[in-house]
């Protein structure tokens, strides 16, 4: 399956995803993406599709927030900041692991280590 995760580029709006099941011949409409009834917001999504299946992002703007789920159905939200931090990124390191990290609105870099498992 391929999966996009878009961002607007506008501050405090939803990111939206579309998936394709035969190799990105056909693509489903774009919906915003959600965790539950939570409509997820941010700028500038960074997308990992894990070894174990899972697929994560991370966005900003408002907070710092990694997102997981296989695509269609995001099921967990982890906040790692709730100001409004800048600057991101997300790597897999390791079977069951990612690293996340921002920049903090003093200008820190923060690294944060996430354990994964696919449910």
């Not at 999966?3 to 990105?24: H, M």
């Amino acid at each position: 399956m391929y999966n996009a995760v878009l961002p607007t580029g506008l501050l405090n709006r939803p990111v939206f995803t579309t998936w394709s099941r035969d190799q990105g011949r056909h693509w489903s409409d774009v919906q915003k993406v959600t965790v539950g009834e939570k409509v997820i917001l941010g700028i500038f999504p960074r997308l990992v599709v894990m070894d174990n299946g899972v697929l994560a992002f991370i966005t900003s703007r408002p907070g710092q927030t990694v997102v997981f789920g296989d695509g269609i159905v995001w099921t967990n939200e982890l906040i790692l900041y709730k100001g409004q931090g800048t600057m991101n990124a997300l790597r897999q390191i390791g079977p069951n692991q990612l690293l996340a990290g921002y920049i903090d609105t003093k200008g820190h870099l923060i690294i944060v280590r996430i354990n994964v498992r696919k449910k």
